[in-house]
């Protein structure tokens, strides 16, 4: 009997260890509403994260996410219009949980000649994609400090590295992402926190549903790996960002591109 205890309680501590070490925190998704969104939420819930969902406009879709996850391991759902200083001032006031991961995947594209343009635009994309990243970032990097650990994953885009033709201003802002990477990156690596970026290719979402067949396959044409990449490859990426064992990688773009 006393054998039969020992090892139903070396068991328990084993299966309780397991489920301690899976504990890996509160992740903040901003854009979870999207497909990349989406796909990052599942995955590093099979991590062992808690999430905290953002969305604005598709509650829709987080709701079905979350219905998709288990009870547990969603927080909360979190609406912020992160177009406009106001709103992201009132999405940072409703954000009252600690924030041990941030994964930014929020914002849209521009396709248009740079001169046709509109100022509107231009201020836009630059709240969304950039003001929004840092004045959140600033908010929970205080809570990762105090712990000397935590980590931010950026979604940018290969035009933020290459530039695209017709998408000035959205390669400007998706380039201001990456050098917010690498300068972060340095500033905070003393500190115990990670900081790096996934810069996708051409990824199946609904973003890219605008282009004819005729353009899908000549951008088909020019990636070596004569595919599509999957919201699920980004998302694998962000997963191999976060984990401990990639933990000296800092300051790095990973591009999921497909050699494009």
């Not at 409703?94 to 201020?123: K, N, R, W």
């Not at 970026?197 to 890219?208: F, V």
Request: charged fraction near 20%.
């Amino acid at each position: 009997m006393k054998t039969v205890f020992l090892y139903v309680k070396s068991f328990r501590n084993k299966v309780n260890k397991e489920v301690s070490m899976k504990k890996k925190g509160n992740c903040l998704i901003i854009g979870a509403s999207g497909d990349i969104g989406r796909e990052i939420a599942r995955r590093v819930v099979e991590e062992g994260y808690q999430l905290l969902l953002h969305y604005n406009s598709n509650r829709k879709a987080v709701d079905e996410l979350a219905s998709s996850l288990p009870e547990e391991a969603v927080l909360a759902i979190l609406h912020g219009d992160l177009r406009t200083n106001e709103g992201i001032s009132m999405f940072l006031k409703s954000l009252d949980l600690p924030v041990d991961t941030l994964v930014f995947a929020s914002g849209t594209s521009h396709i248009g000649l740079f001169q046709d343009t509109e100022e509107v635009t231009m201020d836009l994309m630059l709240t969304v994609q950039v003001k929004a990243l840092w004045m959140i970032a600033r908010h929970v990097i205080p809570h990762m400090i105090e712990k000397q650990s935590g980590n931010i994953v950026v979604v940018s885009s290969i035009w933020g590295n290459t530039g695209a033709s017709c998408e000035v201003v959205y390669s400007s802002v998706k380039g201001a992402q990456n050098s917010f990477v690498k300068s972060l990156g340095k500033e905070l690596a003393p500190c115990g926190i990670k900081v790096n970026g996934i810069s996708p290719g051409y990824i199946d979402t609904k973003m890219n549903e605008r282009f004819s067949f005729e353009e899908r396959q000549s951008i088909l044409s020019e990636i070596p790996a004569n595919k599509a990449g999957k919201p699920q490859d980004v998302a694998n990426a962000a997963a191999f960002l976060l984990d401990p064992r990639s933990g000296y990688i800092q300051g790095e773009i990973i591009n999921v591109t497909g050699a494009w």
